[in-house]
């Protein structure tokens, strides 16, 4: 049986740029526009020509896109104005774009004070720009703004605009949750309305987020009709975020409920990548990523407890809803306080960490963990720290060097132009083959200057360590007064992009962070292969 086409548009350079904290450059634009044709989406919405120097250069070159369809984003013409007349309308459709989405008011209420203009006007409006665009050969869609709410108020009047919309030769036809307050059973009743009007074919879904429900809204909009679902990547929108396609594009693909019925431009392969789309994005926008986003966070196949662990390494299909593998995530079996010995082994098999079921050790290790864990260590948010903590306990780590010495020094001192900055001194002394090495240096913090003493000169391990950097830091007081005890996360990340967290505690922040900090170079030794101390290196 031959399935339906559904159409992914990305809005994330437009509805998303309108984020808190999100400013897209040229060249990110042109990064993010690339990745989403990879993924196989069929519109990339680039932005508004025009409106800024950022997307007007965008437009002066459409993109060579493989799969998608480029698209820019405007408004119908003027109130008032001819569409031979509307300099925005012009922007428009002199643009380098494969198609136009043009946003129109579909709601009586908003054409009333938000235009302050007359119905009869907003229906021309939609008209004349309509039939100006695809005059040019432009694809045509028309985001029918505020339609859920307009269609509460005065449903002839939002059905009348997306009429006008369709009858004047409109691709696409949007119906928008402007402000997402609309419920997923009125999506669904009101989509089917008004796909007694307009083909569904012809008929898109735009859903906001301001009642966690974009992505629900969008699949009961499906259900009732409608064939192309706009969002964007995590869900970046104004707000509250738009409907979220990291969610959606999986669902569509992996649930039966959409599979067996429709198809989608986003194959097997590229849905694959999609848990690197999404974290790429997150990089280049300096964004922390959402651990528990569905499909594509860290903690979307994480399971802690000990016997849904058991059951996992039995069936992972116990507690998986799909293959973390076909979004290109991966499961991971977190040791805690609440872990049991089936953790701890489905931890060691992840990690590669060679182990005998019978070694009274594996024992010792959930001990020791759960031991250190009640000091104020958690190990489920320091993945390598745990990786070095079960090498130690099972004989697995060599020694490479040992620190004999650290001391760091706060001072206040003016610089070049007569201010007055602060500036950590750390010095690091260590001992490899037997041979001391001291290390000097300056940082913008205590941490700061710990971490750059530490890894200055490290002897024959220094090229294993020259690719690493210290990514975030966090801090953490356990308990109040002033004996207070610290935790200190550290992320790094090397060469390879490979990034693992580290855990240090104690009563001094500078010691915790300093244990954190060595954990970080061990684990990037044992990563790779370094030699153990007294061993020849191999040649570079």
């Not at 001990?367 to 009640?374: I, Q, V, Y």
Request: hydrophobic residues 40%; proline residues 4%.
């Amino acid at each position: 049986m031959s399935r339906e086409r559904l159409y992914l548009f990305d809005t994330t350079l437009r509805d998303g740029a309108q984020t808190n904290g999100v400013d897209f450059t040229l060249q990110d634009k042109q990064a993010i526009a690339k990745m989403l044709d990879d993924l196989g989406i069929d519109y990339v919405e680039g932005g508004y020509p025009g409106a800024n120097p950022t997307d007007t250069g965008f437009f002066s070159h459409k993109p060579a896109f493989r799969h998608a369809r480029f698209t820019a984003f405007g408004m119908t013409r003027r109130p008032g104005r001819s569409a031979s007349n509307d300099p925005g309308l012009a922007a428009l459709i002199e643009a380098d774009a494969d198609a136009i989405c043009f946003v129109a008011k579909s709601s009586a209420y908003q054409v009333r004070v938000a235009l302050e203009t007359t119905k009869d006007e907003n229906l021309a409006s939609i008209r004349d720009s309509v039939k100006a665009a695809t005059a040019v050969g432009r694809e045509v869609m028309v985001d029918c703004e505020h339609f859920f709410d307009g269609y509460r108020e005065d449903p002839a009047f939002a059905l009348a605009c997306a009429k006008a919309a369709y009858d004047s030769g409109a691709r696409w036809v949007v119906l928008c949750d402007t402000n997402g307050g609309a419920m997923p059973n009125e999506i669904e009743a009101t989509v089917r309305e008004a796909a007694k009007h307009i083909p569904g074919d012809h008929l898109g879904i735009h859903a906001h987020n301001d009642t966690e429900q974009a992505v629900a809204n969008s699949l009961a909009a499906v259900r009732a009709g409608v064939r192309q679902i706009q969002g964007t990547l995590n869900g970046l929108g104004e707000r509250c975020g738009n409907a979220n396609l990291c969610s959606l594009i999986p669902t569509l693909k992996l649930k039966k409920e959409f599979s067996d019925i429709f198809e989608i431009g986003v194959t097997g392969d590229r849905l694959a990548a999609l848990t690197q789309v999404s974290r790429t994005l997150d990089n280049m926008l300096n964004r922390a990523p959402n651990r528990h986003a569905p499909y594509v966070g860290e903690s979307a196949f994480v399971t802690k407890t000990g016997i849904h662990a058991s059951a996992i390494l039995k069936d992972p299909a116990t507690y998986e809803h799909v293959a973390p593998e076909s979004v290109g995530n991966r499961r991971k079996v977190l040791v805690s306080d609440q872990a049991g010995r089936s953790n701890v082994l489905a931890e060691l098999e992840r990690a590669n960490i060679a182990f005998d079921r019978n070694d009274p050790k594996l024992g010792r290790l959930v001990r020791e963990m759960k031991e250190r864990e009640a000091a104020g260590y958690a190990y489920e948010s320091a993945n390598a720290s745990f990786d070095l903590l079960a090498r130690r306990t099972l004989g697995r780590v060599p020694e490479y060097f040992d620190v004999e010495q650290y001391d760091v020094n706060v001072e206040q001192r003016y610089n070049s132009h007569g201010r007055r900055v602060t500036v950590a001194m750390a010095v690091v002394k260590v001992r490899v083959d037997g041979q001391p090495l001291i290390s000097a240096a300056e940082g913008n913090g205590p941490v700061n200057a710990l971490d750059l003493a530490l890894r200055k000169d490290l002897g024959k391990y220094q090229k294993y360590i020259d690719g690493l950097k210290l990514i975030d830091y966090r801090v953490r007081i356990l308990n109040g007064g002033t004996g207070a005890v610290t935790r200190v996360l550290l992320e790094s990340e090397d060469e390879e992009g490979e990034r693992w967290t580290t855990i240090g505690v104690s009563p001094n922040i500078i010691d915790a962070s300093f244990q954190a900090l060595m954990d970080s170079v061990f684990y990037k030794l044992v990563k790779s292969g370094a030699p153990a101390e007294g061993a020849v290196p191999e040649p570079s």
